[in-house]
DNA sequence: GCGACGATTATACGAGCGTGTAACAGATCG
DNA sequence: CGATCTGTTACACGCTCGTATAATCGTCGC
């Protein structure tokens, strides 16, 4: 008697891609690249090695696909968190730099994930306009965000502060999400827009009312 | 006939166990993790697969080593740089700061190695006693630097400062390594002082005649 | 319903991995 | 100068990796 041939149901491409990047993402978030093996990420997506291939051309391809995912959601979550809120400058700058801060986006999965394919953004070039598009694009919003402020501007002077916004913010997102333990809850947050306040010469504190962390704190 | 046996000169324990360290570093900072393979770690330190069985009970505690080295390496920097100033808080603070952001600790290769070992520290007891151990110190001098500058403090005030500095510097470090290019030679050092600077309320540019970025370039 | 298409599985292959073990040879000491 | 010790090499083993290819069987048009 042979033995049972696995029963499967036919998914869409869309379904299947989408299955395998989010169990290649699952993987590495939590064991490192070396644990997204391609029989690992069968298991994981529900199917077996050989429709990784059917899908992407590489298991590298699939790869890129993953990182392309990671970024392409994370910068899209600082987009929402723009448009979600009012006109005033300094609320909008503060949504964005809150979205920043919370989950989904401080997590220390996509922390890893996002050093786990750190060297492979340096050596690949796809890799690396990907990573450079996400960066910029940010970077671009901060600074134009930054530039609606009502203040008065020296030459050259927002470009500065927008590489140190985005440092900081970029250091709380790790330490953040890879020792959460080490901080109450909002804290994060709170210190982000403190000291982006300071670096700016503005109060963003007293512009956080429609953020969900102090909103609702109030009497 | 025989092929010739490899010729061997006999080293010490010292000697083996570093270069087998600064081997597996170089590696994971040009290839990532999945390059330092034993036997390319022992072709890069000049010796034969095996040896490095003798110095480590396992390739898991060669990678460890290594990131213990890095760790130690980079925040003995750190220290380095507060002793060889005067005893001005604004003169120490700053040159503690410009010595996280200039090389050998602002460098492509340390900030890969540094994220390709994240998901090991998340992992490894060990290694996350390092990384806190290093962290925690790390903040820990941000900390005590900041206190003793002249200003009046409130409670609790200092530690969210410490937080906010440390990210500034951690992210800055990240970027200035990874794209180099993208800032003018000291404009990361400028940019974290002033930064810096604004969150804690001093002046930390008007302290930098004894930096070497700084102090050559007065009349 | 049934035939054909192709999404999916099954299986095999070569390469490279970390590791274990035995033989060799450079240094040291009497 | 020869015996001993052990740092070092050499080699083999089992495993897992990514990939290639052929067989299968769900699905959909007719």
Redesign the pocket.
Known sequence: MQ?A???????SEET?RSALIAATQDLVAEGGPEA?????IAERAG?????I??YFQ???ELSRAAYRALMDGMTAKGADAIEAVGAKPEERLAAFIAASLRPPVLDAGAVVLWAGYMHKVRSDPDLMAVHEASYLAYRDTLQKLIETLPRTLLPGQTRAEAIACNALIDGLWVEGSLLPATFAPGEVITIGLASVGAILGVDLLAHTAMLPEFGKTLP
Request: glycine share 4%; proline share 8%.
């Open positions: 033995p041939r696995r029963l499967y149901r036919r998914e299947r997204a093996t391609v029989r690992a199917v077996t090695p050989g429709l291939r059917h590489s298991k590298d």
